[in-house]
């Protein structure tokens, strides 16, 4: 934390979110006023014990405190109210949505709108999602953009397998809104409304986690020789 005269450079928190991300995990906070903040790192890989009584994670985000800037997202399932949900939960957002049944039908959208970000079930008719994911990362056009599985009652060995794969994250259905909000936020660039006169921080587009490093493979060779992540 910097001197109340002159503030910290704001680093800290950057490195966090890309050390993180570069493990699949995230960082969230929350802040109240006189009280000060949390810091919470989710990183769903990493093995630990844990003898004390398993407690749940909350995720603090307030969906009416985040702006996103304008972007597309792609929400590829066969289930219309699964598609429905997410559509309604960001109805009052500057996000456009677009929606496709299956993966043949996604790929078909993906090349001609190039979204910023798709939301891909993994059980789906004539293509599912793994399938999906593999024929957007091997097109120089789409290679680039996160993919979100979203799934329901994954089991640990396919929890692992999507892991591995090149999916961006993971949504379990049925998702809470602030779950989904958490992951959008990752990838999407967003600004907190609402904030106090002065607090400059907020009142800037903060980039999603992808769009904040420049030169993605030389930072993964970096912190795997340096840090031997």
């Not at 591995?164 to 779950?179: G, H």
Request: hydrophobic content about 40%.
């Amino acid at each position: 934390r910097g001197s109340a005269n002159y503030g910290g450079t704001g680093l800290g928190l950057t490195i966090s979110r890309r050390l993180a991300g570069l493990m699949k995990g995230s960082v969230s906070v929350h802040s109240e006023p006189g009280k000060g903040s949390k810091f919470t790192i989710r990183i769903p890989e990493i093995e630990y014990r844990n003898d004390s009584p398993e407690e749940s994670v909350e995720i603090h985000v307030s969906p009416e405190n985040i702006e996103f800037r304008e972007s597309t997202i792609l929400i590829v399932d066969d289930v219309d109210s699964n598609r429905s949900f997410i559509r309604d939960a960001l109805k009052n957002t500057n996000l456009k949505i677009s929606e496709a049944a299956d993966g043949v039908a996604a790929y078909e959208i993906a090349m001609e709108i190039i979204p910023d970000l798709i939301i891909a079930d993994i059980k789906m008719p004539k293509m599912d999602g793994f399938q999906l994911l593999n024929k957007i990362k091997d097109n120089r056009k789409l290679t680039q953009i996160p993919v979100i599985a979203y799934s329901a009652m994954v089991l640990r060995d396919q929890k692992e397998q999507i892991f591995n794969s090149k999916f961006a994250d993971l949504l379990i259905k049925p998702v809470k809104v602030t779950e989904l909000y958490h992951a959008l936020m990752t990838y999407l660039p967003y600004k907190m409304k609402n904030v106090t006169v002065g607090d400059e921080e907020n009142q800037i587009w903060k980039s999603g986690f992808l769009e904040e490093v420049s030169n993605f493979s030389e930072l993964i060779h970096t912190l795997e020789t340096d840090f031997q992540l």
